[in-house]
């Protein structure tokens, strides 16, 4: 699966090359006749159901595959890309496209890009541009522009592999999608979508959840519920406790201190397997012949909810496939429980009460249980992504704030 685009963290931005080469999968180059299946440009078809009267402002934003530059989409297709920046940052062309009114829908274009799908509603969003490129919105900071805003993204890679396109929760949960592709046989797979009643009982959850989760709540001063913030920018923010995970992470290295952690990172390859025992405060991990393979200091609560820092996960076959089971098994809580890991029963995860409670609440109301509630949520295959190699069509549906 493809990985996501997340600020401040550390995975590429070519997501389909990036998340093989992480799980040990030789990427070949597609065969001609997959690349010519896969068009230039693909319809997205923006669905309002949200039940609001404001108008949407959608954005298509990211990287050109082919030539690695940085820029937008019109509603063609065609790709513009930003001009030079500045210090301090100036303002960003307006790449708004105006998208449908509640009821209705739009179809525009997705280009080949590794990037975003943003809508806004009733404000176009503030896109600045610095010598670096573009500045995103980045709400965990009060004096973002966009903090007052209500919206949200979809992230997104079209290659010529195809389609992959997701609903992400890994910097906030915001206004509620879904997300589809129509395949070529002419059947849609989506994904993103609440349970009824979902998007105010995540609120309600997570307000009354002890330990100062219902900091990460983040309100207009009309009183309009506007996201919650990820946990890891709610540590950023000093509006959750820098120890919020510390009693687990103290457990688990305990546990591992006398006995073993079995890593097997490739459902694909069972015969590789890792082994992790915990010495003078860092947890080594060994191959079959008994050589250390890489090792981990204790991560700090930080470290586990953005799944980096101490769990840093390069694009490699040993230290970052086992970063992510990691991350996955500390965000779960499934780490004391089950020493073989990655665990993907759902059942057992986030049982613990030290646990990450945002993605818990998130997960229970998903109508199919899938989302990207931190970074490496795709560990046992529990993100909410699709993906098609010959994709007909996209689609976009704004649900209602129910």
């Not at 290659?159 to 059947?187: C, E, H």
């Not at 997960?363 to 970074?375: L, S, V």
């Amino acid at each position: 699966m493809p990985p996501r685009i997340r600020p401040r963290r550390a995975l590429s931005a070519y997501l389909v090359a990036a998340a093989l080469l992480a799980a040990g999968v030789t990427v070949a180059a597609p065969a001609p006749a997959v690349r010519a299946a896969v068009p230039d440009t693909v319809p997205l078809t923006i669905r309002n159901d949200s039940g609001r009267a404001d108008q949407v402002y959608v954005y298509i934003i990211g990287t050109e595959l082919s030539t690695g530059r940085q820029g937008w989409a019109d509603a063609s297709g065609t790709f513009h890309p930003w001009p030079a920046g500045g210090n301090p940052p100036t303002p960003a062309p307006d790449a708004s496209i105006a998208g449908p009114a509640n009821g209705r829908t739009l179809t525009i274009r997705m280009p080949k890009f590794s990037g975003r799908v943003y809508f806004s509603y009733g404000r176009k969003l503030v896109f600045k541009l610095t010598t670096g490129g573009l500045v995103q919105p980045a709400v965990q900071n009060p004096a973002d522009p966009n903090r007052d805003i209500l919206f949200n993204w979809s992230e997104y890679t079209l290659n010529d592999a195809g389609l992959w396109i997701n609903s992400t929760q890994v910097d906030m949960f915001s206004v509620p999608y879904a997300v589809g592709v129509k395949r070529a046989d002419g059947t849609t797979a989506s994904t993103g979508r609440l349970r009824p009643g979902g998007y105010r009982g995540f609120f309600s959850a997570l307000r009354a959840q002890p330990g100062g989760w219902s900091n990460l709540v983040q309100t207009r001063s009309d009183g309009t519920v506007l996201r919650a913030l990820a946990p890891g920018h709610g540590i950023a923010a000093g509006s959750l406790s820098a120890g919020v995970l510390d009693d687990y992470i103290d457990r688990v290295w305990s546990k591992y201190a006398s006995s073993t952690l079995t890593v097997t990172p490739f459902a694909h390859q069972p015969h590789i397997r890792y082994h992790g025992r915990v010495s003078g405060g860092v947890m080594n991990f060994t191959d079959g012949s008994g050589q250390v393979v890489t090792s981990f200091r204790k991560p700090d609560s930080d470290s586990v909810l953005g799944c980096h820092k101490h769990l840093d996960a390069p694009n490699d076959a040993v230290r970052g496939p086992l970063s992510r089971t990691l991350c996955a098994g500390f965000n779960r809580s499934t780490l004391l429980t089950n020493p073989q890991q990655p665990d993907t029963g759902p059942a057992g995860f986030y049982q613990d009460a030290v646990t990450n409670h945002y993605a818990r609440h998130i997960h229970a109301r998903t109508a199919d249980g899938k989302a990207y509630a931190f970074a490496f949520d795709d560990v046992g295959a529990h993100e909410s992504l699709v993906h098609d190699a010959r994709p007909q069509n996209a689609y976009l549906t704004l649900d209602p704030l129910d």
